[in-house]
């Protein structure tokens, strides 16, 4: 998670490129969305892919529930880790259908020792929660010989 010796071109700016995104997601779903906090410093571009992967992945089971309005949008980074949360005030989505749709972006969470669940209430909302541990690398799978 650390920037020291990545070139400029190997870091993306989250806050530019997710206000952004969630700008415009917001503008073409009518979906109004709240940003709590982005990180100031940019983050390595493989988190950065993780994130972005991650949080399209929430908007779409968002927008497919159907009865969200509302969103709140966090997002730090530093030396305590990496954490992400992504609230909806839907109602329709049963609280399984979001955490299916997730189980790749918890996968992906996994490989990099980091977690995400979805805490789903029929009727009462949905919040997205993921975490990296600070340091935390990517586990790539051994080569058997």
Do not use: C, Y
């Amino acid at each position: 998670m650390t920037l020291d010796g990545l070139r400029p071109d190997e870091r993306i700016a989250p806050a530019r490129d997710l206000r952004a995104h969630l700008e415009h997601w917001s503008g073409a779903t009518g979906i109004a969305v709240e940003v709590w906090a982005l990180p100031r410093e940019p983050l390595a571009l493989p988190l950065a892919e993780l994130v972005q992967a991650t949080v399209l992945d929430i908007l779409a089971g968002f927008e497919a529930d159907g009865t969200v309005r509302h969103v709140g949008f966090a997002l730090t980074a530093g030396a305590r880790g990496l954490r992400l949360t992504v609230s909806g005030d839907g109602i329709g989505l049963p609280p399984g259908r979001l955490a299916e749709r997730l189980q790749v972006a918890q996968a992906r969470f996994a490989a990099w020792d980091g977690r995400l669940s979805v805490n789903a209430v029929l009727g009462g909302g949905i919040t997205v929660s993921a975490t990296l541990k600070p340091g935390g690398t990517e586990r790539r799978p051994r080569r058997h010989r």
